[in-house]
């Protein structure tokens, strides 16, 4: 990647909930001498949002604004091409997301995104990975809440057991709060896809190369209680085992013989079965034009979920998610509490830029 390029950093949609909140965190604590900007389609808006930052720290009242939309190539392109890293906070991002991925593949411009959408990530995949590949782009999803305290709560339990032979984890996570826009609509998006998700991740696998002479897995657990922990451990269908497994794939100290299961941790059998139900009656109506238009017409009138603006990006999001890991093998087994600092926090925000400062060399 060329060295003379303007910014170390932009972030792209600092003018939404979770991008407000990033870019004060990266005014907080971004170290001296980085070169950032803000990225986005409103310049009136990224003003407001340096106006912001200015408060917390002055030097930023001069911080560069780039205008730039995703349906404008050209202005993406200009963005990809003036940053080593771009992270953006854009979504629901199988709507908004890939026009920047594209941009970013082709300029060679490493690419960080906090999604928890697994058709999104797969479809970029299928499409960009090969071309980021040749300019030397990492793409890099899912470095929000999914999947960053899981990904590193395994990877620190292992290193609480022998891994010459076989072992596994359990990740668990216990959460509050409501939440954002963004993701309502991507839960609904995923409930409306399910046939194409499917699709999309059978077409990655058989395109992803396997670890040789290993095997890693991320299985279904099984609903039950976990006496030793204290709650009802609930199959949890998200994102997060599919990155532990690549993170798995990838890594030859996860072992010759890895196993990963996913799980919510619920107190009382109640929630678990009201839990299930309303699962069960969202499927059902996302399916049907009519309550599927209502759901999403909850989400444009904003009912139900937290606003992805609007707010003091200081005041946090109001909630909280302590995430556990527990590892068994055939002679130890480890647990490790990785909690993300309740309450009133937002751990996608300082995920997305720390991933930002451990970026491996090239090649790596």
């Known amino acids: 990647m060329p060295d003379d390029r303007p910014y170390d950093l932009v972030l792209f949609g600092a003018t939404g909930f979770t991008g407000a909140l990033t870019a004060t965190y990266l005014a907080r604590t971004a170290p001296a001498g980085l070169r950032w900007a803000l990225a986005g389609r409103n310049p009136e808006k990224l003003a407001g949002v340096r106006d912001r930052l200015a408060a917390v720290d002055p030097a930023l009242a001069g911080l560069p604004l780039l ?11 200009a963005v990809a091409e003036s940053s080593r890293v771009v992270v953006t906070t854009v979504g629901p991002y199988l709507r908004y997301g890939e026009p920047l991925v594209a941009a970013c593949a082709r300029a060679g411009t490493d690419y960080v995104d906090i999604t928890g959408e697994p058709e999104f990530v797969d479809l970029m995949y299928l499409r960009h990975h090969a071309e980021a590949v040749r300019t030397g782009a990492r793409l890099v999803h899912t470095c929000g809440f999914d999947s960053i305290p899981y990904d590193l709560g395994v990877w620190f339990t292992l290193k609480h057991l022998p891994t ?3 072992v596994g984890v359990d990740g668990f996570v216990r959460a509050g709060g409501r939440f954002s826009a ?14 194409q998700m499917s699709r999309t991740a059978r077409q990655r696998r058989a395109a992803e190369p396997r670890p040789a002479g290993r095997r890693v897995r991320a299985v279904p657990g099984r609903l039950g209680r976990r006496a030793e922990l204290g709650f009802w451990a609930v199959p949890l269908p998200t994102i997060d085992p599919q990155v532990v497994r690549r993170s798995a794939a990838a890594r030859p100290e996860y072992g010759p013989d890895f196993t990963y299961r996913h799980f919510a941790a619920v107190r009382r059998l109640p929630t678990v079965l009201a839990g299930a139900v309303g699962l069960g009656a969202v499927t059902g109506l996302v399916k049907l034009p009519p309550t599927r238009r209502w759901l999403h017409g909850r989400l444009a009138s904003g009912q139900g979920r937290r606003p992805s603006s609007g707010r003091d990006p200081g005041s946090g999001c109001g909630s909280w998610a302590p995430v556990a890991a527990s590892g068994w093998s ?10 993300t600092r309740p309450p009133r926090c937002s751990p996608s925000r300082r995920s997305a830029w720390r991933t ?9």
């Open 67 to 77: 205008t730039a939309d995703v349906t404008d190539p050209e202005s993406l392109r």
């Open 164 to 166: 010459d032979g076989p």
């Open 182 to 195: 963004g993701t309502y609509h991507s839960a609904l998006t995923a409930f409306e896809r399910s046939t």
């Open 330 to 339: 055939p002679r130890s087994p480890a647990a490790t509490p990785v909690t």
């Open 356 to 364: 930002t400062t451990c970026r491996p060399p090239p090649g790596r």
